[in-house]
């Protein structure tokens, strides 16, 4: 599956990006890289069908995840309270107002 032509949201971007930024910043290679995502996509389409769209980004953000923690750049319990952060945030922020996550206890 190829990504769609066009970014449909800004994180999808930002998730690209930020990739990107780090494998030319040689922090990982680019075919260690394609490995770990093809392992994401493959976990995805095991659960349906894929679109191409958030669930191929939602793969890439799994992706950079997991490459974070691997690398040594992301410890994986702070990646999971970022995540609820963002969450907690999200869910409480009125419509049309930018979400401010906390930052997770001891940063």
Not at 72 to 87: C, H, I, P, S, V
């Amino acid at each position: 599956m190829t990504p769609p032509a066009a970014f449909e949201a800004p994180w999808h971007a930002q998730a690209f990006a930020l990739a990107v930024a780090l494998n030319e910043a040689g922090h990982f290679s680019w075919p260690d890289w394609t490995e770990l995502f093809g392992e994401q996509l493959e976990q995805a389409r095991q659960r349906g069908p894929l679109n191409g769209s958030d669930d191929y980004y939602t793969a890439w953000l799994a992706a950079l995840e997991a490459m974070l923690a691997r690398i040594g750049m992301a410890d994986e319990r702070l990646l999971a309270a970022m995540k609820a952060n963002w969450e907690d945030a999200f869910s409480s922020t009125p419509h049309g107002q930018p979400v401010k996550p906390a930052l997770p206890a001891g940063l």
